[in-house]
């Protein structure tokens, strides 16, 4: 049985270093206003070339994340596995609109399930159906609503084919 009130099992694999900066991290979000402050400055300050990638990086995605590449999250998942610390590789990207921004999405979710199959200390793969296709697409079909428009069939049947890609990928880990 698992036991999450023991905070010493259940930080083992953290640093002091970590642990503080974590301990920070969580204070300052616990403040709503400063949530949604940053929520709105940050894509400006961003779009601006302003300096603030490395302090989120140092942060909020140190915290959350083990890298932006498979590769770059091998370390943190083999740090994490020698304390019986599973893995999640998450690609949540939404919101793109072209066949080939989806195709690069489902080339990617198709890599992290192949790395699950061969990793002990990944012990399940996960994706976004939104990544994979349009949201107002994904509706019509989910609906099964008509469709005439022969675009739109078409685009309809590419996300189904990229879903039964993933699928299929899912059943061989191949």
């Given at each position: 049985?698992?036991?999450?009130?023991?905070?010493?099992?259940?930080?083992?694999?953290?640093?002091?270093?970590?642990?503080?900066?974590?301990?920070?991290?969580?204070?300052?979000?616990?403040?709503?206003?400063?949530?949604?402050?940053?929520?709105?400055?940050?894509?400006?300050?961003?779009?601006?070339?302003?300096?603030?990638?490395?302090?989120?990086?140092?942060?909020?995605?140190?915290?959350?994340?083990?890298?932006?590449?498979?590769?770059?999250?091998?370390?943190?998942?083999?740090?994490?596995?020698?304390?019986?610390?599973?893995?999640?590789?998450?690609?949540?990207?939404?919101?793109?609109t072209s066949d080939e921004d989806f195709e690069h999405t489902t080339q990617v979710i198709l890599s992290t399930i192949k790395k699950a199959s061969e990793s002990k200390h990944?012990?399940?793969?996960?994706?976004?159906?939104?990544?994979?296709?349009?949201?107002?697409?994904?509706?019509?079909?989910?609906?099964?609503?008509?469709?005439?428009?022969?675009?739109?069939?078409?685009?309809?049947?590419?996300?189904?084919?990229?879903?039964?890609?993933?699928?299929?990928?899912?059943?061989?880990?191949?």
């Amino acid at each position: 049985m698992l036991d999450f009130s023991n905070t010493e099992i259940a930080f083992r694999a953290k640093n002091k270093k970590d642990l503080r900066r974590a301990y920070w991290l969580f204070k300052v979000v616990s403040f709503p206003w400063i949530v949604r402050f940053g929520k709105r400055i940050t894509p400006w300050l961003i779009k601006l070339h302003f300096p603030i990638t490395g302090l989120i990086k140092k942060t909020i995605f140190k915290q959350f994340c083990g890298g932006e590449t498979i590769d770059e999250c091998e370390a943190c998942t083999t740090a994490l596995g020698e304390f019986k610390i599973g893995t999640i590789l998450d690609y949540s990207v939404e919101g793109k609109t072209s066949d080939e921004d989806f195709e690069h999405t489902t080339q990617v979710i198709l890599s992290t399930i192949k790395k699950a199959s061969e990793s002990k200390h990944i012990p399940f793969a996960v994706f976004k159906v939104t990544g994979i296709g349009r949201f107002d697409l994904l509706e019509v079909a989910s609906k099964n609503q008509s469709v005439d428009e022969p675009s739109t069939v078409q685009e309809i049947e590419g996300i189904k084919a990229r879903f039964v890609r993933i699928c299929a990928t899912i059943v061989t880990g191949k």
